[in-house]
């Protein structure tokens, strides 16, 4: 078998989504998930100028071969454009294998091991009233845990938090151009441990409660939030602090008992080294998606266990369904998972990218098709053309940008 073809098909079927599309001479297919969210068309012409070239020729069961080749071969490694471009192609590889073998990708990963996979959703409000009806809104989906987000006193617009404009209207966190929203740590960290308090007493001691702080805080800062968080017992703190400084993990696992998860914005193993062989966290975050692909992140997570650290693979809504099916294959199969994010997606994009997983009763399971069971309505996508769209900037009371 050999690769005859490889294309990049950009949509924005409500989100932007970048997917590559290899072909073989056999008739088999096999798409990747290359989206990196205000960032996508880096991805894309990474994809189509430098990698698709090199890929017609090649085996496509050579996936190991073919990922050291692309990582090794540039001479500039890492970084978020390189990993999720190497992320789309192991994918689209692991996608043709399984079609190849008649089987669902799980089973090439070492099969099942466990019935379904266990998610959280996401709650917020811009109070803690309409906090407590967004928690009930995900319980009543089925959610077996939930992300509790939620706006600060004083503040306008918090990253995470629904705002409203003069209408009613709720105002997307993607625009065209940057949106500005305001943040005081200070405030922030007098209102989080009113926020569990409220939660607990309303929904019990019993229901996981998750919070991601999106790297917004010292690591002084962070160890104190976890330690004020302590008595409320949440299920993680996520990003309390950025880790690309691991030494920062050291002073926050010293100063709290809260578990602590990180690690979505990082795309190699190397972001990880301490953190992990020092057990500093207790959740690897990465996506497959920004990670290089199954490949990569398996290994990830192999190295994980033997620390006793589970995996929370990232799953936004600007992760594709290429890109969250590859993540439910890997949850279903690795023996040392944690819980999966997951928010769903716009019926709109369930249409241009038709799946076989499922959602019920709060679990995921990847389904029965062969390979990662995704389809691309290629018609209905370049329906929906690419549109401009960036996250949010956070600045200070004074104007500084805030890190983040």
């Not at 001479?25 to 990747?32: A, E, K, P």
């Not at 007493?201 to 160890?223: I, K």
């Not at 409320?232 to 990003?239: C, G, S, T, V």
């Not at 691309?376 to 600045?395: F, G, I, K, S, T």
Request: charged residues 20%; aromatic residues 8%.
């Amino acid at each position: 078998m050999k690769i005859i073809d490889a294309s990049v098909v950009v949509t924005s079927p409500g989100r932007n989504f970048v997917t590559l599309k290899v072909t073989t001479d056999q008739g088999l297919t096999g798409l990747g998930d290359a989206t990196l969210n205000g960032r996508e068309l880096a991805v894309v012409s990474y994809l189509t100028d430098h990698v698709a070239p090199l890929l017609v020729g090649l085996d496509p069961h050579r996936i190991e071969d073919t990922w050291q080749s692309l990582y090794r071969g540039a001479y500039w490694r890492r970084g978020p454009v390189t990993m999720a471009a190497l992320a789309a192609v192991d994918v689209a590889l692991w996608d043709i294998k399984a079609k190849a073998a008649g089987l669902p990708l799980y089973q090439l990963l070492g099969g099942a091991s466990r019935d379904r996979v266990r998610t959280y959703g996401h709650a917020n409000g811009r109070d803690i009233p309409e906090l407590l009806d967004s928690v009930r809104a995900r319980l009543a989906e089925g959610y077996p845990a939930v992300r509790v987000q939620t706006g600060i006193p004083g503040l306008k617009a918090v990253y995470g938090v629904s705002d409203t404009d003069a209408s009613g209207a709720a105002v997307a966190h993607q625009q065209a151009r940057p949106l500005v929203e305001d943040w005081d740590t200070d405030a922030y960290l007098r209102h989080m441990p009113t926020v569990f308090e409220a939660v607990r007493a309303e929904f019990g001691p019993e229901l996981p409660l998750l919070h991601d702080a999106h790297h917004r805080l010292t690591p002084v800062q962070a160890a104190r939030l976890g330690k004020d968080l302590e008595p409320y017992r949440p299920f993680w703190l996520e990003d309390c602090t950025p880790a690309e400084n691991q030494e920062a993990l050291r002073l926050v696992r010293r100063g709290t008992t809260t578990p602590l998860a990180v690690g979505e914005v990082f795309n190699t193993v190397y972001d990880y080294q301490a953190l992990i062989t020092e057990q500093l966290i207790d959740y690897v975050r990465s996506a497959v998606t920004h990670f290089g692909g199954v490949t990569p992140l398996r290994k990830l997570f192999d190295f994980a266990a033997q620390y006793q650290i589970k995996s929370a693979v990232h799953g936004p809504e600007d992760i594709s369904p290429v890109g969250m099916a590859a993540a439910i294959h890997l949850d279903l199969a690795v023996h040392n998972f944690g819980i999966q994010e997951y928010s769903g997606h716009q019926p709109l994009t369930e249409e241009v990218f038709r799946h076989a997983y499922t959602f019920t009763d709060g679990h995921l399971h990847p389904g029965e098709a062969p390979g990662t069971g995704v389809e691309l309505d290629e018609e209905l996508a370049a329906a929906h053309p690419y549109e401009a769209a960036y996250l949010p900037v956070n600045r200070l009371q004074d104007g500084t940008v805030h890190d983040w």
